[in-house]
């Protein structure tokens, strides 16, 4: 007979449960928890649901009672393992918004901490099945963060982005320690590989998506790529200046849309990241000083109208809309994020999943859950 289960994750453990599904101690989901209701036949689960809101941050609404820089400064707070990147998307459609264009070397400031951040908020997910190479791995992005850190000024929320720029330049000193970071980070991907192509072996066929399925709940990002959804934002729609480096971004695309597959697309995510990082540290060197920002009103009123601008996150597609009636304050602001699109498709991926293996499923589909509960 078929029975329901209530499963704990992470900090939900401490609510009422049947159960808890423990997750590996690095997985980011892990941490502050979910719920997934599960219904389970012969060992196997039929139907799953993952339960959210636990943590709600209601970011959304806060943003209608800040002015844009607050609003900004709010971006951040989300997303944990890419706060950056929330920054930015925000500060494209403000920017659209305003007719604003940032200088050159913001803009390939952005692109370098994007890529940097891509790396750091990629190599958790990677720890969690890595196996002996697990405790290197988690090092070396305590290394990516230390240098974030020296940087930016913050470990997790740095508030570094600006409607216009960027708060301060990326000096020859911290360009030496992020090139530092990146090649650690080259050369510990290429040794990292055979280790993910093995640990993830017993992967194959857990918790697919169809490329029908995976387009049907919006998905991108290296859930979407492992699926065969050929989409990646800084090609196919580029933004800053991505459209200058279109060669790079040729990574593979898989047709499994498994668990094994998910997991080498995160791996593949990285060495790409490599290249642009490399390119735009390149960049940075070849312009200089110059202005890192554009400077702006003592009051910043959002238009009237609406604005949406999106960019390829670590997990996938990150958007903001944007809505202004000539006030200070946005009248709407709304947040697209990777982790709710994949949220959503997980209850489809984990249906045929063996109740031994479930844990492994949850994880291969990577999720920041405050960026869920945002």
Same mark, same amino acid.
């Given at each position: ?19 808890? @599904? ?71 459609? @403000? ?9 050159? +070397?913001?803009?390939? *400031? ?15 997910? @990677? ?16 290394? &990516?963060?230390?240098?974030? #850190? ?18 301060? /330049?990326?000096? /020859?000193?911290?360009?030496? $320690? ?9 050369? =510990?991907? /290429?040794?990292?590989?055979? !280790?993910?192509? /093995? ?25 979407? +790529? ?18 200058? $480096? ?6 593979? !695309? ?7 597959? +998910?997991?080498?697309? $995160? ?15 390149? +960049? ?14 003592? !009051?910043?009123?959002?238009? #009237?109208?609406? *604005?949406?601008?999106? &960019? ?16 200070? =304050?946005? *009248? ?9 699109? *994949? ?21 291969? @589909? ?9």
């Amino acid at each position: 007979m078929p029975a329901d289960q209530l499963l704990a994750i992470g900090a939900a453990a401490g609510l009422p449960c049947d159960a808890v @599904l423990a997750l590996d101690s690095l997985h980011p989901s892990n941490h502050p928890g979910f719920q997934l209701r599960v219904t389970v036949a012969d060992d196997r689960v039929i139907a799953a649901d993952p339960q959210v809101g636990l943590m709600h941050r209601s970011a959304e609404k806060l943003f209608e009672s800040r002015d844009l820089r607050q609003a900004m400064l709010l971006a951040d707070r989300h997303d944990w393992l890419a706060p950056f990147t929330s920054e930015v998307v925000m500060a494209l459609a @403000l920017e659209d918004a305003l007719g604003i264009v940032p200088p050159e +070397r913001a803009t390939w *400031t952005r692109m370098l901490l994007l890529e940097v951040e891509r790396i750091r908020a990629t190599l958790p997910f @990677l720890a969690s099945v890595s196996g002996a190479a697990r405790e290197s791995l988690a090092a070396t992005g305590m290394q &990516i963060t230390r240098a974030w #850190e020296s940087v930016t000024g913050a470990r997790m929320h740095p508030g570094f982005a600006r409607i216009g720029g960027v708060a301060t /330049a990326v000096d /020859a000193a911290d360009r030496a $320690l992020l090139r530092d970071v990146v090649n650690l980070v080259d050369e =510990f991907a /290429a040794a990292l590989r055979p !280790v993910i192509e /093995a640990e993830t072996a017993r992967l194959g066929g857990l918790a697919a998506l169809t490329r029908v399925q995976a387009e049907g709940f919006g998905l991108g990002g290296p859930v979407g +790529r492992a699926s065969g959804v050929p989409l990646d934002l800084r090609r196919d729609a580029p933004y800053l200046a991505y459209a200058e $480096l279109t060669p790079l971004l040729e990574a593979p !695309v898989h047709v499994e849309g498994d668990a094994r597959a +998910r997991y080498l697309v $995160l791996l593949e995510q990285v060495t790409v990241s490599v290249g642009l990082a490399r390119a735009a540290l390149a +960049r940075l060197e070849d312009l200089g000083d110059g202005p890192i920002d554009v400077i702006l009103p003592k !009051v910043v009123r959002l238009p #009237e109208g609406t *604005t949406y601008a999106s &960019i390829e996150g670590p997990l996938g597609i990150s958007g903001c809309l944007a809505v202004g009636a000539g006030d200070k =304050f946005p *009248t709407r602001m709304k947040i697209r994020s990777a982790s709710f699109a *994949t949220m959503s498709a997980m209850g489809t991926a984990l249906v045929g999943t063996p109740l031994p293996l479930l844990a492994d499923a949850v994880m291969s @589909l990577p999720v920041v859950i405050g960026d869920v509960d945002r």
